[in-house]
């Protein structure tokens, strides 16, 4: 969707029912950016904040501990079993092109 096509502002969206709209004016840090309908934030800004808070939770223990039951489990899975036997498959395949 371009911006042309946008609402020039949060209410005229929210009667249409569009998520988004574009008012033509920077947000606070800059960003010449479509808005949200929803909160009115400027959505290069919800980018930033959401990647940094996804990069956060990556360091921490407690979600590296949930990522390693998961895919245990996974791999207990019938998917997850046939898709371990068909990438040891073309690992073996791989290495006896090698030789």
């Known amino acids: 969707m371009s911006k042309n096509n946008l609402q020039n502002n949060r209410n005229a969206a929210i009667a249409a029912g569009d ?3 574009y008012t033509g004016r920077a947000c ?3 960003h010449l950016s479509v808005r949200i309908s929803a ?23 407690e979600y590296k501990e949930y990522q390693k039951e998961y895919h245990a489990k996974y791999r207990l ?3 997850g079993k046939a898709r371990l036997e ?3 498959e073309r ?9």
């Open 28 to 30: 606070r840090k800059g």
């Open 19 to 21: 998520k988004l709209y």
């Open 39 to 61: 909160n009115g934030a400027c959505r290069e800004c919800s980018r930033t904040y959401h990647r940094r808070k996804a990069r956060e939770l990556r360091k921490t223990q």
């Open 91 to 99: 690992w073996q395949q791989k290495r006896i092109r090698e030789k």
């Open 86 to 88: 068909a990438a040891t």
């Open 77 to 79: 899975t019938v998917n």
